[in-house]
Nanobody, 123 residues
């Protein structure tokens, strides 16, 4: 059974940085594309970044491009999201999702989801 566990969230001041981790268990990460998504109460879940399973292609939302970097370590079954220059609008619960067929920053279609990790940017 495929499971995803996120970690690395927390409190950070504007301009700060955090690195989120997403560990996949129950399967080999190399076969999965992985996306990072975020959600605030009352709003739809939005895509942040994704990385393909085959050639490491990446895609970012307009709001995170240039500030966030997604990467993967198949040997560790882990995908990372390095978040720099954080601002208050980045405050949300961050989720990772994985799928063997899906690729993209739309949240629809990903089969496996983690429970999320809270990121709060405060001044």
């Amino acid at each position: 059974q495929v499971q995803l566990v996120e970690s690395g969230g927390g409190l950070v001041q504007p301009g700060g940085r955090l690195r989120l981790s997403c560990v996949l268990s129950g399967a080999a990460l190399e076969f999965y594309a992985v996306g990072w998504f975020r959600q605030v109460p009352g709003k739809e879940r939005e895509g942040v970044a994704c990385i393909s399973s085959t050639d490491g292609r990446t895609e970012y939302s307009e709001s995170t491009k240039g500030r966030f970097t997604i990467s993967r370590d198949n040997a560790q079954n882990t995908v990372y999201l390095q978040m720099n220059s954080l601002n208050a609008e980045d405050t949300a619960v961050y989720y990772c999702a994985a799928d063997t067929f899906m690729y993209g920053i739309s949240p629809y279609g990903y089969d496996y989801w983690g429970q999320g990790t809270q990121v709060t940017v405060f001044s």
